[in-house]
């Protein structure tokens, strides 16, 4: 049963989906449009990691200290090709302000506070039928590394996260997963879900579609009609489309949609990329590398390779030497592999403080925003969605709050017309 209110969600990604589930449960009517195919974008071939002990933001004390130097060098974790040096520096210069301690534990307490509730929304889904509840196995060369993760999750014990305070070393991770090589010291963290993405983002639409919200594809939103500083029509390659609320969930695209109506919104693409494989011996839980930045995802009988963040000019190039590094890495720890698939690319939406934006896009507007999910929009975007169908159901103003998508609004810039 509706309330008479039309929504119209702009993006089928997790951030979108989610969100349009969210709204039909509060009572609206939910059209969603995508330029592709539904969940064809940053959710389709990410690590799958539904994991609190992620849940950190992406500026950290330390980053900025290693200075730009590190930035730039190809194999760097976190990377910004020179060219984009200079197109990003302004939001080079914010996210610097961001890498200390005390915006980290901010953001981590924000992000793990939002984030939980996200495994009950799935339980209540049933969408974790077929999930993977083995853990992840944080490992290194370096026990200061695992001591190091295993400060920077500790405060998440008191959101009730159970996060894990022992080094393994030795024997005692061969006990836990025979596959990791001898000298590795691990962390275990036992509250960790594992999906197929593409899995599971198929068997969300069908929740989503049976929710009652209509689905279209391969409609992209060209125009965004603004009549008395509210969106009043969204404007696809093959209709129009009459909204009471706009939710903008175009991943890094939300930027430029929300550009094109005056509005600046920092969010960038931090782009990642994976591929399988299939290994002499299959890991028993995901393995994240901290020294070689890896992502490691058993997924049946194939096994996922994910990582890198590169800052470049082009999103969708997939440099080779990016790839075989994380090939070489990965080779030193699994060994021998057959049937490596095609790498992918995706591009993780990131704002400068490594916070999502939820929310309102200015006051009086009827335009929300749901993207900024960088690392964790598997992870939080069943809450988020949550989060902003409330906002959007009872008026909130959204403008505090560690997500506020006011938070980096600067005067009015100009509108491109149309
Ligand atoms: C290598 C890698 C590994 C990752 N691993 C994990 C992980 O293990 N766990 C985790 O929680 N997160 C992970 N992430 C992050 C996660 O994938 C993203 O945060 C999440 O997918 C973002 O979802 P989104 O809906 O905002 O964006 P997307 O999934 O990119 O969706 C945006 C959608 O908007 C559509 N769109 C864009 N422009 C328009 C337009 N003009 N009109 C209509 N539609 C439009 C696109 O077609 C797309 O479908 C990973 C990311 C990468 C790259």
Redo the contacts with the bound molecule.
């Keep these: 049963m509706t309330n008479g209110k039309h929504c119209v969600v702009?993006?089928?990604?997790?951030?979108?989906l989610w969100t349009a589930w969210a709204l039909s449960e509060v009572g609206m009517r939910v059209t969603v449009?995508?330029?592709?195919a539904a969940?064809?974008?940053?959710?389709w071939g990410?690590?799958?990691?539904?994991c609190p002990a992620q849940a950190g933001p992406v500026p950290e004390a330390g980053i900025i200290m290693h200075g730009l130097k590190d930035l730039v060098r190809r194999d760097s974790a976190l990377h910004f090709s020179p060219a984009a040096l200079l197109r990003l520096g302004p939001w080079i210069a914010t996210f610097a302000r961001y890498c200390n301690d005390r915006s980290y534990f901010d953001g981590l307490a924000a992000l793990s506070t939002l984030g939980y509730p996200s495994f009950k929304l799935i339980e209540r889904l049933g969408l974790d039928e077929h999930f993977d509840k083995t853990g992840l196995l944080a490992i290194s060369k370096n026990p200061a590394d695992v001591e190091h993760f295993i400060e920077k999750i500790e405060p998440l014990a008191k959101f009730g996260q159970g996060a894990t305070t022992e080094v393994l070393t030795g024997s005692a991770v061969q006990d836990l997963d025979p596959v990791v090589p001898r000298g590795q010291a691990a962390a275990l963290i036992g509250n960790h879900w594992q999906v197929v993405p593409h899995k599971y983002m198929a068997a969300l639409i069908e929740k989503v579609v049976a929710a009652g919200v209509e689905i279209r594809e391969h409609e992209?939103?060209e125009h965004l009609h603004v009549r008395d500083g509210r969106v009043r029509a969204v404007r696809t390659n093959r209709d129009v489309h009459e909204g009471d609320h706009v939710v903008l969930?175009?991943?890094v695209?939300t930027t430029a949609?929300a550009r094109s109506i005056g509005h600046h919104l920092p969010v960038i693409g931090g782009k990642?990329?994976?591929f399988d494989v299939r290994p002499g011996r299959m890991p028993k839980q995901a393995i994240q590398t901290l020294d070689t930045h890896l992502?490691i995802s058993p997924m049946g009988g194939t096994l996922r390779v994910?990582?890198a963040m590169d800052f470049t000019n082009s999103p969708t190039r997939i440099p080779k030497r990016r790839v075989d590094a994380m090939q070489r890495s990965a080779r030193a720890l699994l060994g021998p592999w057959t049937d490596q698939s095609a790498p992918w690319s995706?591009?993780?939406?990131v704002a400068p403080d490594g916070l999502p934006m939820i929310g309102r896009l200015a006051p009086d507007s009827n335009v929300f925003v749901a993207?900024g999910?960088?690392?964790?929009?598997?992870?939080i975007?069943p809450a988020a969605g949550v989060h902003l169908a409330e906002a959007i159901a009872t008026g909130d103003d959204g403008r505090t709050g560690p997500f506020s998508a006011q938070r980096f609004a600067r005067k009015k810039i100009r509108a491109y017309p149309r």
């Design positions: 702009v993006g089928a990604g997790a951030a979108g449009l995508d330029a592709g969940a064809a974008g940053a959710s990410n690590a799958g990691w539904i992209p939103v969930a175009a991943g695209n949609l990642g990329y994976s992502a994910a990582g995706g591009l993780r939406p993207t999910y960088q690392m964790l929009g598997m992870t975007s």
